[in-house]
């Protein structure tokens, strides 16, 4: 059973910064692409960004530039550095893996960037 756990949303004015973890378990983490989806009100659910097992990344068109994704192995986490907050970012935001044809999702956290 995989389980991810998000944290570090919250309320951020324009032009801030926020910092999104997400915890996996299981020791087969190291072996599968991570990503970060987010969904914003009446809107689907779209890529934010991935980090492959090899640190590969990669980005959607209108985060690049502004976000970093990241993973940390020995420590089962996944991290997403938001700089350049614009109130467009405003959405939940998922971790995300797949594994053998299975998608398995985080609980999300709550992103808001207004002022």
């Known amino acids: 059973q995989v389980q991810l756990v998000e944290s570090g949303g919250g309320l951020v004015q324009p032009g801030g910064s926020l910092r999104l973890s997400c915890a996996a378990s299981?020791?087969?983490?190291?072996?599968?692409?991570m990503a970060w989806y987010r969904q914003a009100p009446g809107k689907q659910r779209e890529l934010v960004a991935s980090i492959t097992r090899g640190a590969r990344t990669n980005y959607a068109d209108s985060v690049k530039g502004r976000f970093t994704i990241s993973r940390d192995n020995a420590k089962n986490t996944v991290t997403l550095q938001m700089n350049s907050l614009k109130p467009e970012d405003t959405a939940i935001y998922y971790c995300?893996?797949?594994?053998?044809?299975?998608?398995?999702w985080g609980q999300g956290t709550q992103v808001t960037v207004s002022s």
């Open positions: 299981g020791s087969i983490f190291s072996m599968y692409k």
């Open positions: 995300n893996t797949n594994i053998l044809a299975t998608d398995y």
